[in-house]
């Protein structure tokens, strides 16, 4: 059964600290998304991240792959509470071939001041 | 922008109702998705469509039927409406291999 898992679940850290989720899959995919979800909102694109070692970073979120280990992680700097959102990351089920995508359950995270 | 609007943000039917959900995108995107998103659960899969008058079932297809007859519009109907239905519904559109673009949801409530 094709399986992406994230960790942790939920996250609360405060304002300046640094922490990473972590997104596992099952598939052998070298295409995976992240995503942001604000509350009561929809999904907002993140990153595309395209081939093994790619790392985008934008602000103070930067996303890595590596699709030997089918890991993802995405690393917060310097946490600010506007990154209070849910994140999820996703992966093409027939290994970037398709569109259609499995998503993990995602990243509750709370950024306390 | 690409931009995918859905027909309605909150939606509220009687069990047994025929329900309609539209999406539009204005970006020729070949691909159109129908997701539903419950807690805990993720966003699970119910059909897309790659291109008009074509689709394919997702995860979770039982209970709902699509229509694509125009490139730019993919429709999610909900045959009888169910209780366990209530959810949030998203649509989402992509060019081809490219990342997907979500609109704004419609939360619908089947009381």
């Known amino acids: 059964e094709l399986k992406v898992e994230q960790n942790p679940l939920f996250l609360s850290m405060q304002e300046g600290k640094n922490y990473t989720i972590y997104c596992n899959y099952s598939t052998t995919s070298d295409r995976l998304y992240w995503y942001r979800q604000d509350p009561g909102k929809s999904l907002e694109s993140l990153f595309v991240l395209l081939s093994n070692g790619a790392v985008k970073q934008e602000g103070r979120l930067m996303a890595s792959l590596d699709t030997k280990a089918r890991l993802s992680t995405l690393h917060i700097t310097a946490a600010v509470h506007d990154l209070s959102a849910t994140y999820f990351c996703?992966?093409?089920?027939?290994?970037?071939?398709?569109?259609?995508?499995?998503f993990g359950t995602g990243t509750l995270l709370a950024v306390q001041p | 922008d690409v931009k995918v609007t859905q027909s309605s943000r909150y939606l509220v039917k009687r069990t047994g109702e025929k329900v309609f959900l539209e999406c539009v995108q204005d970006m020729d995107h070949e691909n159109m998705f129908w997701y539903r998103q419950d807690p805990g659960l993720g966003l699970r899969l119910i059909y897309f469509?790659?291109?008009?008058?074509?689709?394919e079932k997702g995860d979770i297809p039982e209970g709902y039927s699509v229509s694509r007859e125009k490139k730019e519009r993919f429709s999610l109907i909900l045959e009888s409406a169910s209780t366990n239905q209530t959810s949030m519904y998203l649509c989402?559109?992509?060019?081809?291999?490219?990342?997907?673009?979500f609109g704004p949801g419609t939360r619908l409530t089947v009381t």
């Open positions: 989402a559109s992509t060019p081809r291999l490219n990342e997907q673009y």
């Open positions: 469509s790659y291109d008009v008058k074509m689709k």
């Open positions: 996703a992966v093409d089920r027939y290994g970037g071939a398709t569109n259609k995508l499995i």
